[in-house]
C-alpha cells in the first residue's frame, strides 16, 4: 500500500505542473471561496483553456494518439486532474465530450467521423452534448419517443429532449434516437451525431431551482441528419448508449475537480467561522463539520480503492455507481455543515457581506442526486448487478414498444441528459 | 497510488478466515450469552496461532507486522464475532514497545492481558478485562502494570469480555505514557473498527443471501426497491468502512502525522456502519429476525456495545472536526 507517485509519475506531475504555471494567463480560474463561472458566459475564455490545455497534451490524456490524445495512463489522467483542480481550474466546457461523447465516438464511430470529430473536441473547436433524457423518460431512458425516420440517404428527426447540459454553447450532440417503434423498446433505438447548428433544431434554457440556467430543452423539427452520421448500426443504439453511461461513471476526475466541495474547503471556512458562534453552536457545527469530513474521505478513498483496480488494467464495474451515490451524500454533508457554520444568517441568500458561496453551493446539490442516474436507480444497479438481487418484473420488456409499453419499467440506467 | 492489500496481506486474510470459520461462529457467541460455553477462539488458540504477536516486533517474539496486517485478520474475527478481541492486542503492543519481556509474553499468551479504561482505581467497562489477569492503566500520567479484581456486568455481548476492574498491585512502566497512551487508545480504535467491518461484511451478506430466496407476493424480497436499497445502503457503508479503515492503519506505521484523523474517521464510521447492517439483517428477515435462536441479533448486540466502545461516534466525529480545522488535512 502505498499512496506517493512513482518516479515517473512524479516526474509527469512536475512537467503538468510547470505547463499550467507556463501558461497561467491563457487559463480561466476560480478565486478561493468564489463559484466556478458560467461556462455559456464566458464561453470564448473557457474554450481558449481547453485548447492551450490540449495543446500542451493535457487533455485526452488515455485517448489513442491516433484520435490527438496522448495514449497515457489512467493514472496520468487522475494527475492532470488533481494538478487542474490544485491550480484552481475549473471544470472544462467540453467535460461531456471528453468524459462521455468521445469515449462513444472512439468506440461506435466510423473512420471518417473519428477524423472528423475527435481533435477538434478535444481542442473545444466543438462544444459537445448528450441529447439522453426526454419529458417522459428520464431514469427510464429507453422508453424515449424522439424519432428518427429513413429518408433516402438521410434520416428525419423529431421530438424533444431536455435536461441538455451545455445545448445553448453545443456544435454537436450524440443524439439516441428511436427508429423501430414495432421492437421492444431497448432494441429499436439508434444512436446518432447530430449538429446543433442545423435548421430544425431549437434550443431553449431552462432556469434552474438555484437560479442559473446550465441546462436546456431542446426541439428537434424535421431535423435531416445523413446516414454517415449514425453512431453503430440502427437498432443498436441501446448498446451504443451503455458505452456512453458507463464512461460517465468511470470519468475519473475528467470534470473532477472539486472546487468549494472538498473536506479541505470546508475545514478552511470551519476555521474562519467557528470561533464567531456560541459555544453550544460550536459543538453541534463540529458535529456536522466531522461527519462531513469523514463521509468525504470515505468516499475519497474508496475511490482509490477502484482508482488502483483500474490502474493495473481492471475492468471498470457497476460498482462504480457506489463513487456517485457516496459522492452525493458526502457532498451535502458539506453544504450543510457549510451553511450551518453561518450562524444566524444561514437563512439568508447571502451573508451581510454579500457573500453567497455556501447558499449557492446548497442550491446546487438537489440536482446532483438525480443527474447522471437518480440515487434510487444507481441503488438498483447495485443492488441487481453487484450484490446479485433479482430484478423488479418489468412489463414492458419484451413487448412492442409501439404497443403501449414503457408504462411500468424496473432497473434502467440514468443519464446526465 | 496503490491502495489495495499486498499478496501477503490476503493470504494472512485467507488463512485467518479459516482459522476463525473453524474455531468461532455467532453460535457460540450465543452459548456464550447463555453462560454455556466459553468465549471462542479463546486467548490460547489466539496466542498459539501468532495472532496476538503480529504487532510485537520479531526481537520480542512477535510477528513483526503492521497495524495493518493486524487488521486484516481482525476483520476475519470481527465477522464470527470471535473472542477475545485482537482490540487488546493492538492496544498492548503500543504500550509495551519498551518492554521485551512484557510483550513477548503478550505475544506467546504466557500473560493474559487487559488495557483499562478510566481509572485504576474503579475502570470503566474495559475490553477483555473479564479473565484477564495482567492489567495496564494509566495512572494519572504514569503507564503502569498490575494485578487486579475485575468485576463483569451483565453481558450484551458476552465475546467482549467487559468488566470494571481496580488493580490491586501497580509497577510503573512509563513516567510520562500521556501521549503514548493516546496512540495505543488510536490502534485499538482501528482494529475495533475492523472487527466491525468484518461483521458488517457478513451480516450484509446474510441479508442478501435471505433477500434472494425469501419470497412474498409472488416474488423474492429482495426484488422490491423498499428491501433491494436498504442492503445496498449498508453495503455501501461497509466499503466505505473498509477504505477508511485500511487508510487509517496504514497510516499508523507510514503516515503517522495522518493517523489521528483517519483513526478517528474509522472508528465514528464503525459504529454507524455496523448498526446499520445489522438492523438492516434483522429488518430484512422479520419475525424470524427477532427470534434468540437466529444469529442476526448477536450481530446486532455487537454493534450496540462497540458503538460505545474505545470513544463513540459523536466523539470521534468532534475529533475529525477539530483536527481537520486545524490543519490536518494540509
Redesign the interface.
Known amino acids: 500500500?502505498?499512496?506517493?507517485?512513482t518516479p515517473d509519475e512524479a516526474a509527469f506531475r512536475s512537467h503538468v505542473r510547470s505547463v499550467l504555471e507556463q501558461h497561467a494567463d491563457e487559463l480561466v480560474h476560480v478565486a478561493p471561496g468564489e463559484q466556478s463561472p458560467d461556462p455559456a458566459r464566458h464561453e470564448a475564455d473557457f474554450r481558449r483553456t481547453e485548447r492551450v490545455l490540449a495543446e500542451n497534451g493535457l487533455v485526452g490524456v488515455t485517448w489513442p494518439r491516433e484520435h490527438g490524445g496522448q495514449g497515457g495512463t489512467l493514472?496520468q489522467q487522475a494527475i492532470v486532474a488533481q494538478e487542474l483542480s490544485r491550480a484552481r481550474i475549473p471544470a472544462l466546457i467540453n467535460h461531456i465530450g471528453l468524459g462521455m461523447c468521445g469515449p462513444t465516438v472512439i468506440a461506435h464511430g466510423s473512420d471518417d467521423q473519428k477524423s472528423r470529430y475527435l481533435a477538434r473536441l478535444l481542442r473545444a473547436d466543438d462544444v459537445w452534448c448528450q441529447l439522453f433524457s426526454e419529458p417522459a423518460s428520464g431514469s427510464d431512458l429507453a422508453a424515449l419517443r424522439t424519432s428518427a425516420v429513413r429518408d433516402g440517404e438521410d434520416w428525419i428527426v423529431n421530438g424533444q429532449k431536455v435536461w441538455t447540459t451545455l445545448a445553448h454553447v453545443a456544435d454537436y450532440g450524440i443524439l439516441l434516437t428511436r427508429t423501430d417503434p414495432s421492437r421492444p423498446k431497448h432494441a429499436g433505438l439508434t444512436m446518432f451525431v447530430v449538429d446543433m447548428h442545423a435548421p430544425g433544431v431549437t434550443v431553449r434554457p431552462l432556469r434552474q431551482m438555484a437560479g442559473g440556467a446550465g441546462f436546456n430543452e431542446v426541439f428537434f423539427d424535421d431535423v435531416r441528419i445523413p446516414d454517415a452520421e449514425r453512431l453503430g448500426e440502427p437498432g443498436e443504439g441501446w448498446r451504443v448508449a451503455l458505452t456512453t453511461l458507463m464512461n460517465e461513471r468511470v470519468t475519473i476526475g475528467g470534470a473532477g475537480t472539486d472546487l468549494g466541495l472538498s473536506?479541505?474547503v470546508?475545514?478552511a471556512h470551519?476555521?474562519g467561522r467557528?470561533p464567531s458562534l456560541t459555544p453550544e453552536q460550536q459543538?453541534l457545527?463540529?458535529?456536522a463539520?466531522?461527519?462531513a469530513?469523514?463521509?468525504a474521505?470515505?468516499?475519497r478513498?474508496?475511490g482509490?480503492?477502484r482508482?488502483?483496480?483500474l490502474?493495473q488494467g481492471g475492468i471498470p464495474g457497476p460498482?462504480a455507481s457506489?463513487g456517485k451515490?457516496?459522492g452525493t451524500t458526502a457532498a451535502k454533508l458539506i453544504a450543510d455543515a457549510g451553511v450551518r457554520l453561518l450562524g444566524d444568517e444561514a437563512v439568508y441568500a447571502a451573508t451581510a457581506d454579500g457573500d453567497d458561496t455556501w447558499q449557492k453551493t446548497q442550491a446546487y446539490l438537489p440536482g446532483l442526486a438525480i443527474a447522471g442516474g437518480t440515487d434510487?436507480v444507481l441503488?438498483?444497479i447495485?443492488?441487481?448487478r453487484?450484490?446479485?438481487?433479482?430484478?423488479?418484473?418489468r412489463t414492458d420488456k419484451t413487448a412492442p414498444f409501439s404497443g403501449g409499453a414503457g408504462r411500468l419499467s424496473g432497473r434502467v440506467d440514468g443519464s446526465e441528459s | 497510488?496503490?491502495?489495495?492489500?499486498?499478496q501477503d496481506q490476503r493470504d494472512a486474510a485467507a488463512g485467518a478466515k479459516e482459522f476463525f470459520t473453524e474455531q468461532a461462529s455467532p453460535g457460540a457467541a450465543r452459548q456464550a450469552l447463555e453462560g454455556a460455553g466459553p468465549v471462542r477462539p479463546g486467548r490460547k488458540a489466539l496466542a498459539d496461532i501468532g495472532f496476538l504477536g503480529i504487532t510485537v516486533p520479531e526481537s520480542a517474539g512477535g510477528g513483526g507486522g503492521s497495524l495493518?496486517d493486524l487488521a486484516v485478520v481482525a476483520e476475519q474475527g470481527g465477522a464470527v464475532l470471535a473472542g477475545p478481541s485482537l482490540v487488546t492486542a493492538a492496544r498492548a503492543a503500543v504500550l509495551l514497545a519498551d518492554q521485551p519481556e512484557l510483550a513477548a509474553q503478550l505475544a506467546d499468551g504466557s500473560a493474559a492481558f487487559a488495557v483499562v479504561d478510566g481509572s485504576p482505581d474503579g475502570s470503566a467497562p474495559s475490553i477483555d478485562a473479564a479473565d484477564a489477569t495482567t492489567f495496564l492503566a494509566l495512572d494519572g500520567t504514569a503507564l503502569v502494570v498490575g494485578e487486579g479484581e475485575a468485576t463483569p456486568g451483565k453481558p450484551m455481548d458476552a465475546t467482549r469480555g467487559l468488566a470494571n476492574v481496580r488493580l490491586t498491585s501497580r509497577r510503573v512502566l512509563v513516567e510520562d505514557a500521556g501521549e503514548l497512551w493516546a496512540r495505543a487508545r488510536l490502534a485499538g480504535a482501528v482494529v475495533l473498527a475492523a472487527e466491525d467491518l468484518g461483521a458488517a461484511d457478513r451480516a450484509v451478506a446474510l441479508g442478501?443471501a435471505y433477500?434472494?430466496e425469501r419470497e412474498a407476493f409472488g416474488?423474492?424480497i429482495?426484488?422490491?426497491?423498499a428491501v433491494?436499497?436498504m442492503?445496498?445502503?449498508a453495503?455501501?457503508g461497509v466499503?466505505?468502512?473498509?477504505?477508511?479503515v485500511?487508510?487509517a492503519a496504514?497510516a499508523a506505521d507510514?503516515?503517522p502525522e495522518e493517523f489521528p484523523l483517519?483513526a478517528?474517521?474509522a472508528k465514528?464510521?464503525a459504529a454507524s456502519a455496523l448498526e446499520r447492517a445489522a438492523e438492516t439483517l434483522i429488518q430484512v428477515h422479520g419475525g424470524i429476525g427477532f427470534t434468540w435462536e437466529h444469529d442476526a441479533h448477536l450481530f446486532w448486540r455487537r454493534a450496540k456495545v462497540d458503538r460505545f466502545l474505545l470513544g463513540d461516534e459523536?466523539e470521534?466525529?468532534?475529533?475529525?472536526?477539530?483536527l481537520?480545522?486545524a490543519?490536518a488535512?494540509?
Open positions: 500500500m502505498d499512496f506517493d507517485d493514472v473536506p479541505e470546508l475545514a470551519a476555521r467557528l459543538a457545527a463540529r458535529q463539520v466531522g461527519r469530513v469523514a463521509a474521505l470515505a468516499t478513498y474508496t482509490y480503492r482508482f488502483t483496480v490502474s460498482e457506489a451515490l457516496g434510487q441503488r438498483n447495485l443492488g441487481e453487484v450484490l446479485g438481487l433479482p430484478p423488479e418484473p | 497510488m496503490n491502495f489495495d492489500l499486498d495493518l442478501v433477500a434472494k416474488r423474492p429482495g426484488s422490491y426497491q433491494k436499497h442492503l445496498v445502503d453495503w455501501a466499503e466505505q468502512l473498509r477504505s477508511l485500511w487508510w496504514w507510514a503516515a483517519a478517528a474517521a465514528a464510521t459523536a470521534h466525529l468532534d475529533a475529525v472536526a477539530r481537520a480545522v490543519g488535512l494540509g
